[in-house]
């Protein structure tokens, strides 16, 4: 498999993708703190994380297929754009403590619980390690989309993009 065709092979882009694309932070900045992820790489007409953003740190602009650029200077890693994606193509990332901590927009019940543990996975779906639930935010403005704070083994930082869909009961 050629890793720079995976968007359009498997549906997910690759790591190689994200990063010709200037979509994945670099691990130094990881480690500084709080990073925003916009894994936006198909030329769809969609606006929502521009228009959600009030720092205006998201620009789209015309015509509404160009990608989405970030200006990470004005980012205040509020995390509103997070829930306002439709293609659930935003995540913030944080590498700076001893632990990677991710938040993620969830559209499934249940909901995980504060100090579950879940497993992260991938961008393909694929397990990838254990996490522990810190936080599951609902507000009305979110429109039924939660977002999910979860900590995990910092070495998978790159990989992780969310969690296992947790069985209903
Ligand atoms: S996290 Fe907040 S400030 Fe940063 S781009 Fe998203 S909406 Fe804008
Ligand atoms: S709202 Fe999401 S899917 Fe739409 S352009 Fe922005 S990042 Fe891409």
Known sequence: MNDDK????????????LRAAGMLPSVEDLSKGACLCIECVEEIPCNP???????????????ITNLPVLD??????CGLCIAACPGLAIMMKDGSGDEAVIRFPYEY????EVGQKVTM??????????????RVDTPK????????????????????????RLNRT
Request: charged share 20%.
């Open 49 to 63: 994380c521009e228009t959600s953003c009030p720092q205006g740190a998201i620009a789209v602009g015309t015509p």
């Open 121 to 134: 996975c991938d961008r393909m779906g694929k397990a990838v390690c254990v996490g522990t639930i810190k």
């Open 6 to 17: 995976t968007l359009k092979v498997k549906g997910a882009p690759s790591l190689a993708e």
């Open 109 to 112: 019940f249940p909901l995980p």
């Open 72 to 77: 990470g200077s004005k980012c205040t890693a």
């Open 141 to 164: 403005r979110n429109d039924r989309t939660a977002v999910v704070t979860a900590a995990f083994d910092k070495s998978m930082i790159a990989e992780v993009v969310s969690m296992v």
